[in-house]
């Protein structure tokens, strides 16, 4: 998931490939227990990333992809 993160900060991949790595990070960190804080900020970017995506205009709020970036850039400089 950070790994993926890094890419999408960098430009490198579109904010969409976020997806399953924070999906998978996301149900690991749920079901394991193991680490909350890991599974806190991978629902806190589940979130985000549906607010960019919006597909069904399901949130009021919806973020940029800029947006998106920087927060994400932001979360990883505290990782």
Same mark, same amino acid.
Request: aromatic share 8%; glycine share 8%; charged share 20%.
């Given at each position: 998931m950070v790994e993926a993160a890094k890419q999408f &900060?960098?430009?490198e991949i579109h904010f969409s490939?976020? &997806?399953?790595?924070i999906t998978v990070?996301?149900?690991w960190s749920r079901t394991r227990g193991i680490n909350t804080e890991v599974h806190q900020l991978a629902e806190e970017w589940q979130e985000l990333v549906?607010?960019?995506w919006n597909e069904y205009g399901q949130h009021e709020n919806p973020l940029t992809i800029e947006e998106l970036r920087l927060h994400i850039q932001n979360d990883l400089g505290e990782i």
């Open positions: &900060v960098a430009g490939a976020l &997806v399953q790595p990070c996301e149900y549906d607010r960019t």
